[in-house]
């Protein structure tokens, strides 16, 4: 817990930054502007936890990347595995190309199907996460390789 980071992140982000920012703010709401003591104080939090809302966000995002997975879906209930989910996903792409092959240019003919397969893969992706696997790193494998061959607009 009581990193190099911590340290740093305590002292320079808490100490120095919200410390002396608030008690700057707060002087110049109530000195020059004349707001009584209370308002400005709750003034003062609202404006520099506007602010330091991006820095936070800014200074944890590789510290919490494994927390800001964002899935659409909630997690299902009960213990899974990969083949199990394999097999879901393969049934899922099954009834969806069943249903896209009957009518393509009608997407919600078949939207239904397309998302919940989308499920089965994020469910997937969840178990994969849950083994310690890194599909993170995966991912930007892929990103890069498919960079390289041109297969991204910018």
Partial sequence: MFSKEWFVYVFGRWILLSGIAGAALQVLLR?????????????????????????????????????????????????????????????????LAADFNRDPDVPQAWLNRFLDLYHSVEMMERILRDKGINVDLELHRIMEENRKRGLYES
Wanted: glycine residues 4%.
């Fill in 31 to 95: 000195e020059k502007w004349g707001i009584p003591d209370f308002p400005a104080f709750l003034l003062n939090q609202l404006m520099l936890a506007c602010v330091f809302w991006y820095v936070d966000k800014y200074i944890f995002q590789r510290h919490f990347g494994k927390v800001k997975q964002l899935f659409r879906f909630p997690r299902i209930k009960g213990q899974f595995d990969t083949r199990r989910e394999f097999d879901q996903i393969t049934e899922e792409y099954t009834q």
